[in-house]
């Protein structure tokens, strides 16, 4: 098998609701989406960078760069495995977006000349309903945010995450804890937002009977999150800290990692991902996919992942209308009443782009003969 070309569209879509978390807020979801040509089949993917280096160092820019000058080079030849194209980029230091999104590529190209769901090549069960959570932006007041919260329950979403910040935690968290009950699964992301020194603070946390609190401390830190943890007995997930299985490995070997958020984009692909998935199930490690207000690929891919058994905690990939007016794919994704997506059956990720709807969102375009 061998590839052809790969082409880079650069999407602007409108989001139904600014999104703001600790570090930032948009409006706009903004991305690049990946197309590998070759032998007559099309595999797609989306970047997960973002406008600015406030999650991640990584952005749009920065992706550009990453695939036209240091990925390409690397894609000759025959590919006999979709495996093998985090081998051929291990060279390429960090860029672990823009890794990810070309390798994406790659295995849905790959399963679709096998004429295979994306998930069977994965190693993924034949589940046909995903559970799934909901990311909640910082709203302007604890009454907005119990609304919506609380619109989001109704509609089936399987647990509520909340994002904080400083001024924005046990407040708006113990209102809603009070409006929705006991029972539902709330859990908080700060995104970096804290310090150590802000671990009394966190003692406020326990009764709220969160799930888990979401990357509290630095966003290159494990050391001081397990500080933080012996001192808890709410569990920490770690989100931006973990690029890779070795970093899963240390962070629960210090006590720094009582769940993970797994993003395909943040490690670089879906081999360290399996590997990831690997390990967490190997430790009993609570597991769950996070997000990146994926248009519908991101989602798709994010779904055939959620198919290893390794994830065992609803995640964030929401249905396509709690984010965008109109998704980029021909039939966009739809919460089920029981609170789950439909993975899709077809080949590959089993979603294809809607060529209407990308004419009216794509700014630029990019082709490399590979
Ligand atoms: O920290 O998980 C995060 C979105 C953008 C950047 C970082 C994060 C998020 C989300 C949204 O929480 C998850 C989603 O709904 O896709
Ligand atoms: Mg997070």
């Given at each position: 098998?061998?590839l052809?070309?790969?082409?880079?569209?650069?999407?602007?879509?409108?989001?139904?609701?600014?999104?703001?978390?600790?570090?930032?807020?948009?409006?706009?979801?903004?991305?690049?989406?990946?197309?590998?040509?070759?032998?007559?089949?099309?595999?797609?993917?989306?970047?997960v960078?973002?406008?600015?280096p406030?999650?991640?160092?990584?952005?749009h820019?920065?992706?550009?760069?990453?695939?036209?000058?240091?990925?390409i080079?690397?894609?000759q030849?025959?590919?006999?495995?979709?495996?093998?194209?985090?081998?051929?980029?291990?060279?390429?230091?960090?860029?672990?977006?823009?890794?990810?999104?070309?390798?994406?590529?790659?295995?849905d190209w790959?399963?679709?000349?096998?004429?295979?769901?994306?998930?069977?090549?994965?190693g993924g069960?034949?589940?046909?309903?995903i559970?799934?959570?909901?990311?909640?932006g910082?709203?302007d007041?604890?009454?907005?945010?119990g609304?919506?919260?609380?619109?989001?329950?109704?509609?089936?979403?399987?647990?509520?995450?909340?994002?904080?910040r400083?001024?924005?935690?046990?407040?708006p968290?113990?209102?809603?804890?009070a409006?929705?009950?006991?029972?539902?699964?709330?859990?908080?992301?700060?995104?970096s937002?804290?310090?150590?020194?802000?671990?009394?603070?966190?003692?406020?946390?326990?009764?709220l009977?969160?799930?888990?609190i979401e990357?509290?401390l630095?966003?290159?830190?494990?050391?001081?999150?397990?500080?933080l943890?012996?001192?808890?007995s709410?569990?920490?997930?770690?989100d931006?800290?973990?690029?890779?299985?070795?970093d899963?490995?240390?962070?629960?070997?210090?006590?720094?990692?009582g769940?993970?958020?797994?993003?395909?984009g943040?490690?670089?692909g879906?081999?360290?991902?399996?590997?990831?998935?690997?390990?967490?199930?190997?430790?009993?490690?609570?597991?769950?996919?996070?997000?990146?207000?994926?248009t519908?690929?991101g989602?798709a891919?994010?779904?055939?992942?959620?198919?290893?058994?390794?994830?065992?905690?609803?995640?964030?990939?929401?249905?396509?209308?709690?984010?965008?007016?109109?998704?980029?794919?021909?039939?966009?994704?739809a919460?089920?009443?029981?609170?789950?997506?439909?993975?899709?059956?077809?080949?590959?990720?089993?979603?294809?782009?809607?060529?209407?709807?990308?004419?009216?969102?794509?700014?630029?375009e990019?082709?490399?003969?590979?």
């Amino acid at each position: 098998m061998r590839l052809e070309e790969i082409q880079l569209q650069f999407i602007s879509l409108p989001l139904k609701t600014p999104f703001a978390t600790s570090f930032g807020r948009e409006d706009t979801k903004r991305a690049w989406i990946i197309t590998v040509r070759g032998e007559g089949i099309e595999g797609y993917a989306e970047s997960v960078a973002s406008d600015l280096p406030l999650y991640s160092e990584e952005t749009h820019a920065s992706v550009y760069y990453a695939i036209r000058d240091a990925i390409i080079p690397h894609l000759q030849g025959n590919i006999t495995d979709p495996q093998e194209i985090s081998l051929r980029l291990q060279s390429i230091r960090g860029n672990r977006m823009a890794k990810a999104a070309v390798e994406m590529a790659i295995w849905d190209w790959f399963a679709k000349s096998e004429r295979q769901p994306l998930y069977r090549l994965l190693g993924g069960r034949d589940v046909d309903r995903i559970p799934v959570g909901v990311s909640i932006g910082i709203q302007d007041s604890p009454e907005q945010l119990g609304a919506v919260a609380e619109s989001y329950w109704k509609q089936g979403y399987r647990r509520l995450k909340i994002k904080i910040r400083p001024g924005w935690d046990v407040i708006p968290l113990r209102l809603l804890r009070a409006r929705l009950g006991d029972e539902v699964p709330i859990m908080a992301d700060a995104n970096s937002a804290y310090r150590l020194a802000d671990r009394d603070h966190f003692k406020e946390f326990e009764d709220l009977h969160l799930m888990m609190i979401e990357q509290p401390l630095a966003y290159d830190d494990i050391v001081d999150h397990a500080t933080l943890a012996k001192t808890l007995s709410t569990p920490i997930c770690l989100d931006e800290s973990i690029h890779s299985v070795d970093d899963a490995r240390k962070a629960w070997e210090l006590g720094a990692l009582g769940i993970i958020n797994l993003k395909v984009g943040r490690v670089g692909g879906y081999a360290p991902s399996l590997a990831i998935e690997a390990f967490a199930r190997q430790h009993h490690i609570p597991l769950w996919c996070g997000g990146m207000l994926e248009t519908g690929i991101g989602r798709a891919h994010n779904l055939h992942l959620t198919t290893l058994a390794g994830f065992t905690l609803p995640g964030d990939t929401s249905a396509s209308d709690r984010y965008f007016w109109q998704d980029i794919i021909t039939e966009p994704f739809a919460l089920n009443a029981d609170g789950t997506l439909t993975v899709p059956t077809g080949p590959g990720i089993g979603v294809d782009l809607d060529p209407k709807r990308m004419q009216e969102v794509c700014t630029y375009e990019e082709t490399w003969k590979i």
